[in-house]
């Protein structure tokens, strides 16, 4: 892991979480309305993420034929395994897959060596999930006080995240060393797209998050700090809420030339609603007409994925 600082750039708004409820519902309404990101700090989040990263890189190091036993089965219900740097390749038009490999985990994977690893499934990562799940349901209730919905807690209770019928994951996102003589002409570490769910928690331990800019129309850098962790409202959540929430597309830059041979790793928390709770638009406009969450996202990880249905 590189050991060097950087600076934030300042595009996307920074939240103190030890701020009030009341402060926070309009923080956090504001920055998701509008940038579709927010950075917050004092999540209890950074230490605990930046601990396991580093102790997953030892499973990415491992031989081709060994990581290959924890590959993510073909099918939607598998919300969890490894991906081959290839595997993925979130911008549907991008010239090549994204440069990365991950490896997803959910309530499923815990406890179960054939699915994951101990390095993967640990102590660590249980206590940092739990973390996720904690500001997650935080931020849903925030967002439900702001929004003026007649339950605010009507999002959280969609979120089952402890139990085994919610399909939200964990995952690591290792971006190894980067061999020029295999990239392809504008291939990136993580393309051009928005998230599929509810709600995205990200641990990055260096920068190269870029968001886009709805009001310079193109994209800038999220900017980097330590203790920070990124926020950001998903496809399924911008539906649900009328288009009053929004997904922001973000993506990952290959690093400059100095750090190509600098490995990066990130920790993500992809909440989703539980596989039966039904989307029905939160202003009552029906914008959109219902659907539930497992039909949602179905479609959306066929065409990342190859998925079946």
């Known amino acids: 892991m590189s050991d060097l600082k950087y600076e934030r750039s300042g595009h996307v708004p920074v939240i103190d979480m030890n701020k009030s409820d009341e402060e926070l519902s309009v923080e956090f309404y504001e920055a998701l309305t509008t940038v579709g990101f927010a950075c917050i700090c004092n999540s209890g989040i950074w230490e605990l993420a930046q601990d396991y990263g580093r102790k997953t890189h030892s499973f990415f190091h491992l031989p081709l034929e060994e990581k290959k036993k924890y590959s993510k089965p073909n099918s939607y219900d598998c919300h969890y395994g490894w991906l081959a740097n290839g595997r993925v390749q ?80 964990q995952s690591v996102v290792w971006y190894p060393k980067v061999d020029k003589s295999l990239l392809v002409p504008g291939q990136l570490r993580c393309g051009e797209h928005s998230d599929f769910g509810s709600l995205t928690l990200l641990y990055s331990d260096a920068p190269g998050l870029q968001v886009m800019s709805r009001e310079l129309g193109e994209y800038v850098d999220a900017g980097f700090i330590e203790g920070g962790i990124y926020v950001n409202i998903g496809d399924m959540l911008q539906m649900w809420s009328g288009d009053v929430l929004i997904a922001t597309k973000h993506r990952v830059l290959l690093p400059e030339a100095k750090f190509l041979d600098k490995e990066r790793v990130s920790v993500a928390f992809f909440g989703h609603a539980d596989d039966e709770a039904l989307l029905e638009t939160l202003d009552g406009s029906n914008k959109y007409p219902p659907i539930t969450a497992r039909q949602y996202l179905r479609r959306r990880f066929s065409a990342t994925y190859g998925t079946e249905q």
């Open 90 to 169: 979130l911008e549907e038009t991008a010239p090549a897959p994204d440069y990365k490999e991950v490896f997803h985990t959910n309530r499923i994977t815990e406890g179960d060596r054939t699915l994951a690893p101990p390095i993967i499934d640990s102590e660590e990562s249980r206590k940092l999930r739990a973390k996720f799940e904690e500001q997650a349901s935080r931020i849903l209730y925030l967002l439900g006080v702001a929004m003026k919905l007649e339950d605010p807690y009507q999002m959280v209770k969609a979120h089952s995240f402890t139990e085994k019928k919610n399909p939200s994951n």
